[in-house]
């Protein structure tokens, strides 16, 4: 009887903790654990006193501490008060002798207060701690026992074996308690640790992700080839050399049955010799008529103890490109150089053959002076060829003044009208009122505006309209040329601005070229609408907030 009973007991006291084995199994669910544990510890202490088995008097065999102190301990001081109220009630429904009542009244008025001054600390102590709290717990709380179970053995007959069962409880209980929190722990531990191992592998997942992105969007070529030289991992730059073949038409295949298919050896031997163990060999390729500057690193998988290699490649066509050119405008600046020099000093002896050739004429008799009258002309044409190619190739940092564009205008209309009126044209101006000031070397623009009018009256036969507008707008002034002239077809719109470009026999094309540089240099834009046979307009446009800068002109 007394064994069964030790047994239920025994069942009951376990009761808490196997029901938060049982329950515990989500990690959400840990934040619930105090509610959980006071509710399991309540059931099992009202259990535990119902089953009573007098063995003396009524105090003594029964497990009923267990959930207390396991549910108090884990419930915190609100769980711990709720347990409390709960063992009070039913306690006092069972005392009867005066001596229970002083035992109980030591247990509320001593006990439980020391309890409740260890549940804070039980809280934030590790599982050894927790342990020893329990541990301490229970002494504390077993003080009334004891002494209500000497008082039992002094008052009635108590043998052997009452002094065993006793000894039986006291062990039994620390046993259950310590049993209790290490079990529950390591269960607490467990779930823990799951969830960490959750966020661990979630967050490798997430950076391996990140890194297959990187390499995806690297705008490098990335191939990884392992021990056995089989192709692992590649990138979509890779994919893009490789095409047409995809991403499993290459993948796990051996490298150089992939680089045969397009038959490059020099990649091929770095690759090789970087698997024989080589440590790094970087090559400039040529790779489907593209060139690549590529680097094979080698690559050690320390898992499966092999070398294997990363070939890393940098498309380097474009640059190359970019660097070529540069190469060729840096010869030709030479060139330019040298024959704005040589032109330059050509310009000396034209002077002093023109001051003869002007003294020779006036000492010549009438007929010759038509003769004379060619070669100055001449002489002075190429002497405006020279000028105008100076201007273009020189390099020059040109000053600028604040003037408005329409005064410039007005300074040059006698002349632009004289020519118009030679050539029995018209000219038409259209100016807005207010023209804002702009910053302008006005010796360039004079040039500018000239070359643009006589060009568009070339173009004209004599019944032509030059028409030119200046109009402010929103972030400077425009200015257009137009003619009623022959126009230019769209094959040559393009080489316009060339120097050196004409159609005309007399031509130099140095204007237009001359007057792109002047508007450059003036941080505009300038463009063409043509249409042929019907005329052309030329529109530049300056921006007031750019040409401010004193600038050293292309
Ligand atoms: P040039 O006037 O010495 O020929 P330009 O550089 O001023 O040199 O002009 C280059 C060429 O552009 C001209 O030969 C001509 O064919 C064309 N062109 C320029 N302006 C006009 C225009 N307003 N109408 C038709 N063609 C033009
Ligand atoms: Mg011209």
Not at 295 to 306: F, H, I, L, S, T
Not at 406 to 423: F, G, H, K, Q, T
Not at 499 to 504: A, D, G, H, S
Not at 535 to 545: D, L, R, W
């Amino acid at each position: 009887m007394v064994w069964q009973y030790i047994l239920l007991q025994t069942l009951i006291a376990l009761l808490p903790i196997g029901a938060m084995l049982l329950w515990l199994t989500k990690p959400e669910r840990l934040r619930h654990i105090p509610v959980a544990i006071v509710a399991a510890s309540g059931v099992s202490l009202l259990l535990g006193m119902l089953s009573r088995y007098p063995l003396h008097s009524e105090s003594i065999i029964n497990f009923r501490l267990i959930p207390y102190i396991i549910g108090s301990l884990y419930g915190g001081i609100p769980g711990a008060s709720l347990l409390t109220v709960l063992y009070m009630v039913s306690r006092l429904l069972q005392v009867s002798t005066t001596f229970s009542i002083a035992l109980l009244g030591l247990f509320f008025l001593l006990i439980v207060p020391y309890l409740f001054t260890r549940i804070q600390r039980f809280q934030a102590a590790d599982r050894a701690g927790r342990l020893r709290i329990g541990f301490c717990g229970f002494l504390a709380t077993s003080i009334p026992f004891v002494v209500a179970a000497i008082h039992d053995a002094n008052t009635g007959d108590s043998g052997f074996w009452y002094w065993m069962y006793i000894v039986i409880f006291g062990l039994g209980s620390a046993a259950i308690i310590l049993f209790s929190i290490q079990t529950l722990e390591l269960s607490i531990d467990r779930i823990k640790l799951q969830v960490e191992l959750q966020e661990v592998s979630s967050n490798y997942r997430k950076e391996v992700k990140r890194l297959q992105e990187f390499i995806d969007i690297s705008p490098l070529v990335a191939i990884f080839i392992d021990g056995q030289g089989r192709i692992t991992q590649l990138n979509e730059m890779a994919l893009k050399l490789l095409s047409p073949y995809d991403r499993s038409g290459v993948l796990h295949r051996p490298y150089w049955s992939v680089l045969n298919m397009f038959g490059s050896e020099t990649l091929f031997d770095s690759i090789t010799k970087v698997m024989k163990g080589a440590e790094r060999e970087s090559e400039v390729v040529r790779f489907r008529n593209r060139l690549f500057y590529t680097a094979v690193c080698a690559w050690r998988d320390e898992a499966k103890q092999e070398t294997g290699a990363v070939l890393i490649a940098h498309d380097m066509t474009e640059l190359q490109q970019l660097k070529d050119e540069v190469d060729k405008m840096e010869r030709l600046s030479l060139v330019g150089q040298m024959a704005a020099s040589i032109t330059h000093e050509i310009r000396n002896p034209m002077a002093v053959i023109r001051g003869f050739i002007q003294l020779l004429n006036e000492r010549s008799p009438n007929e010759h002076h038509s003769y004379f009258h060619i070669i100055l002309q001449e002489l002075d044409r190429a002497n405006n060829i020279i000028n105008d190619f100076l201007s273009l190739a020189q390099n020059r940092i040109v000053e600028k003044n604040t003037r408005k564009l329409n005064e410039v205008l007005e300074d040059l209309m006698p002349l632009i009208s004289a020519d118009a009126n030679m050539r029995g044209q018209m000219i038409e101006l259209r100016i807005e009122e207010d023209i804002q000031p702009l910053e302008l070397n006005v010796k360039e623009i004079k040039q500018l505006i000239l070359n643009l009018a006589r060009n568009g009256m070339e173009a004209m036969t004599d019944k032509g309209i030059l028409r030119i507008e200046l109009k402010n707008i929103e972030d400077g002034v425009q200015l257009k040329v137009r003619d009623t002239g022959i126009g230019i077809p769209p094959e040559k719109l393009e080489r316009l601005f060339e120097p050196f470009f004409t159609t005309k026999t007399n031509g130099t094309g140095l204007g237009l070229a001359l007057c792109l540089s002047i508007v450059e240099r003036h941080h505009g834009k300038i463009q063409v609408e043509s249409k042929t046979g019907e005329g052309t307009t030329f529109i530049v446009s300056f921006n007031k907030y750019k040409a401010g800068q004193l600038t050293a002109g292309a």
